[in-house]
């Protein structure tokens, strides 16, 4: 992804802030530096919060040595971009980052992260992950370089009091895409000044538009069971499928039809802290398409505290195309902690993920940001099953996710297709052309791995 002027400012001022604290992550032999992604949302603090207890903990078991906390406060796609230009050198190299799954296979390949295999043998911890988390920190070459903090599914949110003005059965399971956007007719002729359906596009979105948005169309246009992006026995990226086409259509759809945001709003980078702050709480979004770990930001002191929020949204899966089986769709990705290949101190770095990942430690994060538990033994926990509405939805989502392909070539993929994404969102192009482009993207940025079909 080529960084914008904004970005490559910011990246310029995050480089000298690190460098300015003496060196980088080699200033002190006995100070660990953890970077993180900080919500742009500044009333939302859940990861902040959680980090500054678990370096306290570490501070105390280990006298002498000291954390400083290193957060990157920016959009997505803008946090990967500085993060990678952070890991290039020895003295802006973190001892310890916060990887994006979608990421850190292409992050492995460039040569910046540590494969982690000495440490996980030791840790009798690591027997309580479950293999699929596991596998989503694996580089090709069967290493595994990052420990997950837990996983994610995809769903409808729906607002019961916009369902109950528009006549809509509050208890609303869609069974195919038609039935979306139906509900979303009705919504924009009976509840005016509501927008009726929210599906994130285009580039400022970054992966919440690929994955929220377009994979949990495309993921429903086959049977299920097979990856409708990647085919893995050619080893090949997949070209010119209808399925491709017709999720396409559906977003086209959305924002021809004006059953979206504006999209001069959708092209908001920050509009997802609108969706959470501000359109579901009032009452102004009927259905949006979007992740399990929205409760984070209505929690007690997220700034957008939100008592009511469970009863009055409701919670749906996203339905196939035309219902075939398995008749639901879901996305799972989720974030891992890594040491950088340049790290100063690896072996403080992987201690501190120890400290994170007790099992108390992490229920209390999968708690607190609301996330779906990646270890065994937290999932079978009540204090964590029953801790919040929704967990139990999202939970149980996992046994028919689906994961992206995120080989090395992804994060371009990605960015194709949010291109496409944008073209037919703003009516710049139709979905014959925007598909088309995708087509000729993905040869390029794959070295024409591709096959048609």
């Not at 020895?90 to 292409?106: G, H, K, M, Q």
């Not at 309580?128 to 989503?136: C, L, P, R």
Request: hydrophobic residues 35%; contains cysteine.
């Amino acid at each position: 992804m080529r960084p914008t002027a904004t970005a490559l400012a910011a990246l310029t001022l995050a480089a000298t802030a690190l460098t300015a604290c003496g060196n980088g992550s080699g200033s002190s032999p006995n100070t660990i530096k953890v970077s993180f992604k900080q919500s742009t949302d500044n009333s939302i603090k859940v990861m902040d919060t959680y980090l500054a207890g678990i370096k306290k903990q570490f501070e105390k078991k280990y006298p002498g040595k000291k954390v400083e906390l290193v957060p990157i406060k920016a959009p997505d796609s803008e946090y990967y971009t500085k993060l990678q230009q952070m890991l290039r050198s020895p003295r802006t190299a973190p001892d310890l980052v916060y990887e994006d799954t979608f990421l850190i296979n292409s992050d492995i390949t460039s040569g910046y992260l540590k494969p982690l295999d000495p440490y996980l043998a030791k840790w009798p911890d690591w027997r309580q992950f479950i293999d699929t988390a596991k596998s989503a920190a694996k580089g090709e070459d069967g290493k595994t370089y990052g420990v997950p903090d837990g996983t994610d599914t995809r769903g409808l949110w729906f607002d019961r009091r916009v369902f109950r003005k528009a006549g809509l059965p509050t208890d609303w399971q869609p069974k195919t895409w038609d039935d979306v956007l139906s509900a979303a007719r009705t919504i924009k002729q009976k509840v005016p000044g509501v927008t009726p359906l929210n599906v994130y596009t285009g580039k400022p979105a970054g992966e919440r538009a690929t994955m929220q948005g377009f994979e949990m169309l495309l993921y429903g246009t086959g049977d299920g069971t097979s990856d409708p992006l990647y085919d893995s026995g050619s080893k090949k990226w997949i070209a010119g499928s209808q399925g491709f086409k017709d999720s396409l259509k559906f977003v086209e759809t959305v924002y021809k039809e004006k059953l979206g945001p504006d999209v001069s709003d959708a092209l908001d980078p920050n509009f997802a802290t609108t969706v959470n702050g501000e359109l579901l709480p009032q009452g102004r979004l009927g259905i949006d398409l979007d992740g399990s770990w929205l409760p984070q930001a209505w929690l007690p002191g997220s700034g957008h505290e939100w008592k009511g929020w469970a009863g009055q949204l409701g919670l749906a899966y996203m339905p196939t195309q035309h219902g075939q089986a398995p008749g639901k769709v879901s996305m799972s990705g989720g974030w891992t902690w890594a040491v950088p290949a340049k790290a100063a101190h690896p072996d403080l770095a992987f201690d501190f993920i120890r400290t994170m990942q007790t099992k108390d430690n992490a229920r209390k994060w999968y708690i607190a940001n609301s996330g779906i538990a990646v270890r065994k033994d937290v999932a079978s926990d009540p204090a964590y099953a029953t801790a919040q509405p929704g967990i139990k939805f999202f939970t149980d989502l996992v046994a028919s996710t689906h994961y992206r392909p995120a080989y090395p070539a992804y994060p371009k993929v990605s960015t194709a297709v949010q291109d496409a994404m944008e073209g037919v969102s703003t009516g710049d192009q139709s979905v014959e052309k925007a598909a088309g482009g995708y087509d000729a993207t993905l040869k390029d940025v794959t070295g024409d791995q591709v096959i048609q079909k």
